[in-house]
């Protein structure tokens, strides 16, 4: 659905009181409306109804292993950078069942469960967002093997950005050509401004959305405010990662000392992996009833840092931290782009933040690159 | 006679609460007793088998000089032996006594400490008899219990997760106490198994499962410590219910000589 | 026979075929060939030997004697491999026995003579001995993959499963 | 005379392990003890030191049975010594994660190990293939109990949500809407539960009991009020200590809990609490304990199964009311900040009275902790009854013996696991 | 010909539904060695059955419920179409479930996936076949189809070690396969008395292969991943070229279409970049520990 184009500079100005009307709009059509909320002192993303249900006025302090929720000075909906929660919540779920299987008189009957019609509207997708459903897409989808339960959601997704009006300390997507401004892969775009929101629509589906809302033509002093709020975000941007050769940087330095470094640190507890938009590992368990007659296939979110994630004939490939942190770093910076074509990471910084320890892949590497052999 | 698997629950220090799990597993209580023979199991029933068994349950540690001949002969009398809960698998919480000075815990409870038998030590079942399978938990889960039991009937491994408490949060959703609210939390170096249940209830995890697969706890206790938690206190989160598990009694241990060290 | 004959033996045979013509005939001259038939020791464990072997043709298996289970088969080797290092470096007691298990045909060299051809000319004992030690590199890491038994069966995965 | 031992070595269908020793002289009961096997774990000791945060996580260990128990008079004491006062609607979640754990031991208690006494079985599971249909209510209650506790506390056994001050998280509104319906359900099992139990055949033998209990003006004892007893006594609980007491008794090795003054025995736990509380009562209760048609109070201790399903109305009844008008407690705990100070609680436990004391430093660390349980205090009082019940209970065939002595302590549902106090018996092997 | 031997692309049905799972029944079990059966699996579905077909080196993943899923090269005739054989040593909870089955019982299929062996490129070319222990059985359907399209190779060899004497797979075929012109010589690691074949691994059967020209040579692999390792190196030596080499990985594979990320190696899936790699592709990572 979201196959966006630029569509120019077709941008609407929408009053608040506008804008609360989208819920019924995009709940007339069908979709679930999935966007921001407070829940556990942050900003997670679940189910919505209504403005009220978005976090007006607060904002997130992030850094290394810090996530803190503040007060706004102002009444802004949009105005924090990104939580614990990913889309990927919502497009791939962390467990979903994938078959059947019953003990029949004539043998075992098996059926591939059909995934569950799903319509999501995303309320507040931010441009690393949507790189990231760019880059799940890529996993995903192309086939020859695609995922059925992520294509019906996907398809069925109407895509809702926010851009970015502010950075966290932790953000990097000018690093990876993400960020912050939204240029693709959206039916929507806002940009939260004094009293409003800049709109524009880059689908045919966001523009029917949009023409049921009360919309003006946004003067030049709107989108210049809208201009000026977007600068922002760049501005606030501090962190850097060089990706310059990054892919041979990594292949050729799997041996590199840092990765000895790093192990003494991580807990291999999997956050970073979790809270990664792109991640995708996932594994598939057995349940059953105690008569073993029924048995159903679950998969679940996995994660390379999981010690037995490699087993293999009585052992584990990856049996200590170095190289599952390796794995995963490499990985995502470097063999993503032989796999899928381009980089596992959007620099949302969410692998920094969630990090029980604030391990920085970007001070990693840093690093690596600093005295790479 | 039923040429169903025997089974016997055994119970040495402890709450009770891991064998009740079986019992708490209402929806499977009757299926449980349909594949297998419960031939000693006290807490369900006054019919009493002899040994052998095909699998035994061992809950509790070992405190005294009769258990520790005690679980000698049901080793003996046991095919498969599991060990069921945070006692029977670490020594449980009455393994604190294993820092302190039993004998004068046992004149701070007891009046006439005379009467008490009791050993300086609360030790895991492994201590002293070879197990074929433990099962973690304080208490443990009746689905990973149910599963155990299954798969020793099927001749299978067990499918009980080694990673640690922070997948089952994600997966659920659970925000991380940690990074949004600077709690102390096990949880990244702590088993999974109990479901995540302290995030997602607002607290931090304090290691009911023990320890994850190959922990990294002098990381994690030094990011306690640099957020301002008190040596004291990062070494009694790692004292509790599995606290004489090794890789938490390494550290804590390890903690507390460093202390003495530095001051 | 003619050691020119030998010569183009040797010249056929892995182990010596890089040496310089020259020292592959000195070599042939102190060199005969000799046919065991299967069954036939070649050398016994133990034993002192005085000669290194070239095998031409057929089979030798080498053997260690192992009490309570007789001679152990641990490695077999064919045209073109080196038996009886141990002579050459000049320990002379062998560290396993050598045994036909086909008819073969071996080339025979007096290990005292060949010593005092590598004296004399050093560079064609540079070339011998570094045959000498890749055939045993080889023969090294081959017996550190039998160590490895590689194809036994994985640990089972129930822990410590009492026998049923 | 001919002298005569019964041993009842293992003592089943009990929480926790202990046994059974009777010496004969002729007729006449030389020596009669209940022996517990559990070993010492020292609770008291080891909580000194620790933050009083840890406190309801520690004593739920105690006992895997009644964690609940543990936590609620040890939240409670604790308070008091910080001088925190809870919010009504933390409260009433507290009193409604109790009807949990009542439910709960008291489904498992009536289905599984007390029944088949009545009945002629030797478990509940044996039980189930002549009376599917009860025990299968039975579980079905149990796992109420069980799904309330997951919602209140995060998991049934040693629950994770209680802290000093309240509850670590409230859950919301629908968390609880969803179990009314199984509640309902569960109402008229508890119902025909009582039906049920009121209608076995009870022996025809009472005991002089002195019965104690909470007793609370507005409502039926679980958290809080003062100790009522049997001969008119209304004690405040911070009087515990001065009126009852652990002693010493020449011809037992067991610490037993008697009245300070008089040294009586005493007896505590569900048919204590009805019987001096029947009037707080839920009014389905009373109206069903009009409908069998019993007296109240009731000194048969064979009769607590029917205690428990009065019991077991009334807490489905007030659980029912409770997750109707709830809403969550705003904030779920109350903030305390430390102080020095010693202070004690009491609640019900299912099975009756738990005490609990403790001294706090102003690092709010434990100094000192006592604890003492229900079955603890109800020790002297079954080996009393035993002594009384042997005639009753004696023939020439010894397992039958054994079976009728054990049919009496189990009406008592002694939870031996939570031994914080039972000494470790030396048995006499004659 | 050569078209023939390529690997099996998924229809569309299958592709979109990659955890559709089909009903196969055992139809014979043969014990090949201690702890090594083959397991004939025939569809129970007509159109299943008659679309299926596999290529030499592509796998199934066999479904026990309960016990999991298991990845399995076939080990038999690509151009049986009625059961195909797998050969199956126990190792795990699958395997050691399958091994309690019996003939008639039923279990779950899906396949085939991966790549397979480089059978168009052996076309007027030696072909060297190093295997050890199970890594035989991935083998055996190439095997089948170079005998069967003989005269379009040249020298066909096949090395393989074992363990043991006893432990040699399908011995019973090496001399129909000799007779169909392959050369076979087998080695065992533990010789035991009455043996009179080759002691010592298989690398060094590679040493004493007799001519080959080795620009002219494919070269096949599948065993322990040590054991690939030093066969890989030996053949370098021989004057083979990276490019001519052929071996068989192994991982964990759980979803086999490249979904779940478990069997990743460097940058490629085992499960469709493999299981069959020409080495070049995977060089540069096969030998980093912990990779």
């Given amino acids: 659905m979201a196959t966006a184009t630029e569509m120019g500079t077709n941008e609407r100005f929408l009053t608040e009181a506008a804008f609360a009307r989208i819920f019924e709009v995009l709940e007339s059509q069908g979709f679930t409306v999935v966007g921001p909320t407070i829940d556990q002192e942050a900003i997670v993303y679940d189910r919505i109804r209504s403005v009220d249900d978005l976090p007006r006025g607060w904002t997130d302090e992030q850094a290394p292993g810090q996530y803190r929720l503040q007060r706004r000075d102002d009444e802004a909906l949009f105005g924090y950078v990104v939580g614990p929660h990913s889309w990927k919540r919502f497009l791939f779920p962390p467990q979903a069942t994938v078959s059947k299987a019953d003990k029949t008189e004539t043998g075992w009957q098996f059926q591939a469960v059909e995934p569950e019609p799903a319509k999501f509207a995303f309320l507040g997708v931010r441009a690393c967002e949507l790189a990231a459903i760019r880059v799940q897409d890529r996993v995903f989808m192309p086939g020859p093997y695609v995922d059925p339960i992520y294509q019906q959601r996907r398809d069925n997704a109407l895509l809702i950005a926010v851009n970015c009006t502010q950075a966290a300390r932790t953000c990097f997507c000018t690093s990876m050509e993400t960020g912050p401004k939204c240029t693709s892969g959206y039916d929507l775009a806002l940009t939260e401004i004094a009293n409003g929101f800049i709109i524009e629509a880059a689908t045919a589906e966001g523009a029917e959305i949009l023409s049921a809302l009360e919309s003006d033509d946004a003067s030049i002093q709107q989108r210049q405010a809208g201009q000026t709020a977007r600068q922002q975000a760049v501005d606030q941007i501090e962190r850097r990662m060089d990706t310059t050769d990054i892919r041979d940087l990594f292949l050729s330095n799997l041996e590199h000392p840092r990765w000895d470094d790093v192990a003494s640190r991580c807990l291999s507890c999997t956050n970073c992996t979790m809270v990664c938009p792109t991640c995708f590992c996932s594994s598939v368990e057995e349940v059953s009833d105690l008569t073993g007659d029924h048995v159903e296939r679950q998969r679940q979110w996995d994660s390379c840092f999981n010690v037995d994630f490699s087993y293999m004939n009585g052992g584990n490939v990856r049996d200590n931290t170095r190289s599952r942190y390796r794995q995963w770093l490499t990985h995502k910076l470097a063999s993503w782009i032989d796999q899928f074509g381009s980089s596992g990471c959007v620099g949302c910084g969410r692998c920094i933040t969630w990090c029980p320890v604030g391990i920085d892949l970007t001070e990693e590497v840093a690093a690596i690159r600093g005295d790479a052999t | 006679m039923s040429s169903k698997p025997t089974l016997g629950v055994f119970k040495f220090a402890s709450c009770d609460g891991c064998q009740l799990s079986l019992l708490a597993a209402e929806d499977h209580l009757l299926g449980v007793a349909a594949e297998v023979e419960i031939a000693y199991f006290l807490e369900a029933t006054s019919h009493i088998q002899p040994g052998p068994y095909d699998i035994a349950l061992i809950e509790g540690s070992i405190i005294t000089s009769h258990d520790a001949e005690r679980i000698q002969q049901i080793r003996r009398d046991s095919k498969f032996l599991i060990t069921i809960g945070a006692c029977a698998t670490s020594g449980g919480i009455q393994a604190l006594r294993n820092w302190a000075d039993c004998n004068e815990f046992v004149r701070s409870v007891y009046a006439t400490p005379d009467y008490i038998s009791t050993l300086a030590t609360s030790t895991a079942i492994a201590d002293h008899v070879q197990v074929d399978f433990e099962l973690r938990g304080c208490p443990i889960n009746q689905y990973q219990l149910i599963e155990v039991i299954q798969s020793v009937l099927a001749g299978r491994r067990p499918r009980t997760p080694v990673h640690s408490v922070c997948l089952d949060c994600k997966r659920r959703g659970t925000v991380c106490v940690m990074v949004a609210q600077g709690t102390t939390c096990l949880g990244p170096v702590t088993q999974a198994g109990c479901g995540a249940i302290c995030p997602t209830y607002n607290r931090g995890c304090y290691g009911c499962y023990g320890p994850a697969a190959q922990p990294n706890l002098v990381s994690l206790t030094g990011q306690f410590e640099s957020s301002g938690v008190p040596r004291e206190q990062v070494v009694d989160s790692l004292r509790n219910f599995n606290g004489y598990a090794p890789e938490f009694r390494a550290e804590s241990e390890r903690l507390e000589a460093s202390r003495e060290s530095t001051t | 026979m003619e050691a020119d004959q030998l010569r183009f033996i040797l010249q056929e045979l892995r182990f010596s075929a890089v040496l310089p013509v020259e020292g592959l005939g000195r070599l042939a001259e102190e060199s005969t060939v000799r046919r065991v038939a299967a069954g036939e020791v070649v050398f016994r464990d133990g034993s002192t030997n005085n000669n290194l072997y070239l095998i031409r043709s057929g089979r030798l298996a080498l053997e260690m004697n192992v009490p309570g289970r007789g001679a152990v088969r641990i490695l077999t080797l064919g045209a073109g491999e080196m038996v009886g290092w141990s002579a050459l470096l000049g320990q002379g007691k062998m560290t396993a026995g050598a045994i036909a298990i086909e008819d073969s045909d071996v080339v025979v060299a007096s290990a005292d003579r060949l010593r005092e051809l590598c004296e004399a000319d050093r560079d064609f004992g540079f070339l011998l001995m570094r045959q000498m030690a890749d055939a045993l590199s080889k023969r090294l890491v081959a017996t550190r993959l039998q160590l490895l038994d590689l194809f036994a069966d994985a640990p089972s995965l129930i822990p410590t499963q009492q026998a049923d | 005379m001919t002298e005569r031992t019964i041993k009842v070595t293992a003592l089943t269908r009990v929480e926790g392990e202990g046994g059974l020793y009777i010496k004969m002289q002729g007729d006449a009961v030389e020596d009669i003890r209940l022996e517990i096997y559990e070993p010492p774990r020292l609770f008291e000791a080891l909580l000194r030191g620790r933050a009083l945060e840890e406190v309801p996580d520690i004593t739920a260990r105690i006992c895997g049975i009644c964690p609940v128990a543990y936590q609620m008079s040890s939240v409670h004491a604790l308070e008091a010594a910080l001088d925190v006062t809870i919010t009504p609607e933390i409260r009433q979640l507290r009193r409604l994660l109790y009807c949990g754990e009542w439910i709960e031991s008291h489904a498992l208690h009536v289905y599984l190990l007390n029944a088949p006494d009545f009945l002629g079985f030797e478990s509940g599971l044996e039980m189930a293939e002549q009376f599917p249909d009860e025990v299968n209510r039975g579980l079905r209650m149990k796992k109420h109990g069980n799904q309330l506790l997951e919602v209140l506390g995060g998991r049934a056994i040693h629950p994770i949500n209680v802290a000093v001050g309240g509850f670590y998280r409230a859950p919301r509104r629908d968390n609880l809407q969803t179990l009314i319906a199984d509640f309902e359900w569960g109402l008229e099992a508890a119902i025909e539960t009582t039906r049920w139990v009121a209608g076995f055949n009870y022996p025809d033998f009472t005991c002089d009991y002195q019965l104690v209990s909470l007793s609370h003006d507005e409502e039926y004892p679980m958290n809080e009020g003062r100790i009522a007893t049997s001969i008119g006594e209304s004690i405040a609980v911070a009087d515990y200590e001065s009126e009852f007491e652990e002693r010493h008794v020449e011809h037992s090795t067991a610490l037993h809990s008697l009245r300070k003054k008089t040294g009586e025995t005493y007896l505590t736990g569900p048919l204590a609490r009805v019987s001096l509380n029947f009037d707080r009562l839920s009014s389905t209760a009373r109206a069903i304990a009009a409908e069998i048609d019993m007296a109240w109070p009731c000194f048969n201790p064979f009769q607590s199964i029917i205690a428990r399903g009065l019991e077991l109305i009334h807490v489905y009844e007030e659980a029912l009311d409770i997750m109707r008008d709830y809403s969550p407690p705003r904030p779920p705990r109350i903030e305390y900040s430390y102080q020095a100070g010693e202070s004690c609680a009491a609640t019900e436990a299912p099975r009756g009275l738990l005490y609990h004391r403790y001294v706090v430093d102003a690092d709010g660390k434990v100094g000192d902790a006592t604890i003492i349980p229900p079955t603890s205090q109800n020790q002297a009082q079954i080996e009393s009854d035993l002594r009384d019940w042997v005639p009753y209970a004696l023939s020439d065939d010894e397992a039958a013996t054994s079976r009728r002595l054990e049919n009496l302590v189990r009406c008592y549902d002694p939870c031996i696991s939570c031994s914080t106090h039972f000494l470790k018996v030396k048995i006499e092997r004659t | ?291």
């Fill in chain 5, 1 to 291: 010909m050569s078209d023939g031997y390529a690997s099996r692309m998924p229809t569309p049905e299958a592709a979109a539904r990659p955890w559709q799972t089909h009903t196969v029944a055992i139809r014979d079990v043969r014990r090949e060695v201690e702890g090594v059966s083959t397991y004939d699996l025939a569809f129970l579905d007509d159109t299943v059955r008659e679309a299926y077909r596999f290529a030499p080196g592509q796998f199934n993943m066999l479904y026990l419920p309960g016990a999991g899923e298991i990845a399995i090269s076939v080990s038999d005739d690509p151009r049986n179409t009625e059961a195909y054989g797998h050969t199956i040593r126990v190792a795990g909870n699958v395997t050691r479930t399958l091994a309690g089955l019996g003939v008639g019982e039923t279990l779950g299929l899906r396949g085939p996936f991966g790549t397979s062996w480089p059978l168009s490129e052996c076309i007027g070319r030696d072909v060297v076949i190093v295997c050890g222990g199970i890594g035989l059985a991935p083998l055996r359907p190439a095997i089948c189809t170079l005998l069967q399209d003989r005269q379009q190779f040249g020298r066909l060899n096949l090395l393989y070690g074992a363990r043991s004497s006893d432990t040699l797979l399908f011995e019973r075929e090496y001399d129909d396969w000799s007779r169909q012109g392959m050369d076979v010589q087998t080695t065992v690691d533990r010789s035991s008395p009455g043996w009179l074949g080759n002691v010592g691994v298989v690398t060094l059967l590679l040493d004493q292969l007799p001519s080959f020209d080795p620009h002219n040579t494919v070269l096949m692999c599948c065993g322990p991943e040590v054991m690939m390792k030093f066969t890989v190196m030996a053949a370098l030596n021989s004057g083979l070229s990276e490019q001519q080499i052929w071996v068989s990985m192994e991982r964990n594979m759980q979803c086999a279409v490249g979904l779940c990320g478990h069997c990743q190696l460097g940058p490629t899936f085992i499960c469709k970049d493999g299981p069959v790699f020409r080495y070049d592709k995977i060089a540069p990572f096969i030998d980093v520990e912990g990779l």
